[in-house]
């Protein structure tokens, strides 16, 4: 008997109604090339071996809100793209959520305190986003309230969970004085082509405001200090680490690298933060949300690129601090984000849910 014929649920894909039901083998590396898969299955392999009730149904979607191909407190919905925070409408219908990017969005600045154009655009597609969001919320309170109201008592729980690396290799871990590469960066700063109608198209976004500034920041660095070495590569889009590299190449890079820069894209959130994580690079990001798994964290959080040059100065030039900080990020990572632990959480919920019956 295989070890994937060992395992007591159902896995699936679920990315549009058109496309349906894909079943998930989660032992499988690269279903349908879904680069999620890499992370999230060996999630599921550690939550099979902590789980203790069976016969559940996992759908595993990017942003699919508004319908699943079936409900039932057996029904395990696991939401990996949603950038907006939104709550599903179906979430009275399932036994419970795990979400990437949670159900609440930050600000992460302070226009009226701090003004510049990137709080600007950033202040106007947070309000975009709270008007788009706001059906979702009014379905998710009307039903609690219609809960409350019939004495069912029952409000699905929504956990967060975090978003994990895309596509990346395993590799073992190097000591931070093998790495050659002082500070790396790959990645695009033009989120997509928008209509002429759009404010994107006009305003630009805060993904491309914020990452214009740190490429400009870090060029400045690069001349004041030619004695460091930084890689800084440009993409056309996500998921294009390099379109002249595979996976694998990205990931060595990753791993050489002391530094890694991990800008916000569409949202502050970011698979370079965990992928940084992943292999020991000491991440210097933008705001992060009040999760779990960022409390605490050794993330070194950014306001303004514009002091990326003096961050960058007090990390490279105290080694003792870079190896500190190293091993406080790997430590980060097995304790807080690994495969194995969120694979646990995710467990560790649904085992206590007693009173439905999953």
């Not at 070890?3 to 989660?26: A, C, F, H, K, R």
């Not at 759009?198 to 004695?227: A, C, D, G, Y």
């Not at 292999?279 to 002091?307: H, K, M």
């Not at 870079?322 to 790997?330: G, L, R, V, W």
Request: proline share 5%.
């Amino acid at each position: 008997m295989s070890v994937s014929q060992l395992v007591s649920n159902q896995y699936y894909i679920y990315i549009t109604p058109e496309e349906g039901l894909i079943p998930w083998d989660i032992y499988e590396p690269n279903p349908t090339n879904c680069g999620f898969a890499a992370y999230f299955g060996k999630v599921f392999q550690a939550l099979e071996k902590n789980l203790k009730k069976r016969g559940l149904t996992f759908y595993v979607t990017m942003n699919q809100m508004h319908e699943l191909p079936s409900y039932g407190n057996n029904v395990i919905v696991v939401i990996l793209g949603d950038e907006l925070g939104r709550v599903p409408k179906y979430f009275h219908k399932v036994g419970a959520i795990f979400k990437c990017y949670g159900t609440q969005q930050i600000l992460g600045c302070n226009p009226l305190l701090q003004p510049s154009y990137l709080n600007i655009v950033t202040t106007i597609q947070f309000m975009r986003n709270w008007i788009v969001r706001q059906p979702y919320l009014v379905n998710y309170q009307f039903h609690k309230l219609k809960s409350w109201l019939t004495g069912t008592g029952k409000t699905t729980p929504i956990y967060d969970i975090p978003l994990g690396y895309y596509n990346s290799e395993y590799l073992p871990i190097k000591d931070i004085e093998e790495r050659v590469v002082d500070i790396f960066f790959c990645g695009s700063s033009v989120h997509k082509n928008y209509p002429l109608w759009s404010w994107q198209h006009w305003l630009r976004t805060p993904k491309t405001v914020s990452r214009e500034k740190m490429i400009s920041s870090l060029n400045r660095f690069k001349e004041k200090h030619p004695e460091f070495k930084v890689e800084l590569s440009i993409t056309p889009a996500f998921g294009e680490a390099d379109s002249r590299q595979s996976a694998t190449s990205y990931s060595e890079k990753m791993m050489n690298a002391k530094i890694c820069l991990a800008p916000r894209g569409t949202s502050f959130e970011t698979y370079r933060f965990f992928e940084g994580l992943r292999y020991g690079c000491i991440v210097v990001t933008e705001a992060l949300p009040s999760r779990w798994f960022y409390d605490g964290s050794p993330s070194i959080q950014i306001r303004d690129w514009r002091n990326l040059e003096n961050v960058l100065e007090t990390l490279l030039k105290n080694q003792q601090l870079m190896e500190e900080t190293h091993q406080q990020f790997c430590n980060w990572w097995k304790t807080k984000c690994s495969e194995a632990v969120v694979g646990e959480y995710i467990a560790e919920k649904l085992n206590l849910l007693r009173n439905q019956s999953l």
